[in-house]
């Protein structure tokens, strides 16, 4: 059995760091665990002002990439640069994006542009940085942020329902074939997250109730699951909760409780 991660002066990449649970990871990674960053997002500024704000306030060293992960050329960028900046140890690959709707709402460019972030730059980073990780034999870890929408239906989220589906049986697929490679992959499932994004959209409506975790909270248990290198997790005792009562009802039923809580959000 590998040992435990230790993210002490390490190198650790985060994609969707401008913002959210990335942000969090980040920060809590360099607060608490003094591990050395680089930060990749669209949003260049908000990069900068985070690595000027860890190196300052926690003695760590930060390198920022601007990227749009939904961009075929940006994904093979960040692997490229990355791995010339620093000698990685972790990936979190965090980065995605949601429709919360009906799913004829959802234009078809929207669509493949939700496809090409949430699973093809996965995928594909997934593909290169295990071998990378392989290669380097130093005991290193990756985790994707997949969601409790990849494990239950979720009507009004069926498009990323779907994604996130993808990623949960691609990724643990992917790590019991890697098991001898001294390297794990987490796949970490959070419910719903009180973040930028779910204030920016119709979800806001559940904030200041259970159906949504703190972003401390949640990042928290997502650095913890890897760190432990568990192969699946998922974050908030509610959540668990609904996951084992899922086990004995019907996956119809199921949904059919998740569109009665999700269409009160539309009224």
Not at 32 to 49: C, D, G, K, P, T
Not at 101 to 107: C, D
Not at 113 to 140: D, H, I, P
Not at 186 to 199: A, L, R
Request: hydrophobic share 45%; net charge neutral; proline share 2%.
């Amino acid at each position: 059995m590998m040992k435990d991660m230790q993210f002490t002066h390490k190198w650790v990449l985060v994609t969707g760091a401008s913002s959210g649970l990335g942000l969090e990871m980040a920060t809590q990674l360099a607060e608490q665990h003094q591990a050395n960053l680089i930060l990749v997002a669209r949003r260049e500024a908000q990069l900068l002002a985070l690595k000027q704000r860890l190196e300052q306030s926690f003695g760590i060293q930060c390198h920022v990439i601007a990227a749009d992960l939904s961009l075929a050329d940006d994904v093979e960028r960040v692997y490229q640069q990355a791995t010339q900046l620093a000698d990685i140890y972790g990936v979190i690959l965090n980065a995605g994006v949601t429709h919360f709707g009906e799913h004829h709402e959802l234009a078809w460019p929207d669509f493949e542009k939700m496809l090409a972030l949430n699973v093809t730059s996965v995928v594909r980073l997934l593909t290169l940085f295990s071998q990378y990780l392989k290669e380097k034999n130093q005991g290193g870890g990756m985790m994707v942020i997949s969601s409790m929408a990849g494990l239950l239906p979720v009507p009004y989220q069926a498009a990323y329902a779907g994604t996130k589906a993808f990623v949960t049986n691609f990724a643990q697929s992917l790590a019991l074939e890697q098991h001898q490679q001294n390297l794990s992959l987490t796949v970490f499932s959070p419910g719903g997250i009180d973040t930028e994004m779910t204030s920016n959209s119709r979800l806001k409506y559940f904030q200041n109730t259970p159906l949504l975790q703190s972003v401390e909270s949640c990042a928290s248990e997502g650095i913890a699951a890897m760190q432990a290198r568990k192969n699946l997790a998922v974050s908030g005792l509610l959540n668990r909760q609904q996951l084992f009562v899922s086990r004995f009802l019907p996956r119809q039923l199921i949904g059919l409780i998740t569109r009665k809580a999700y269409a009160q959000a539309f009224n």
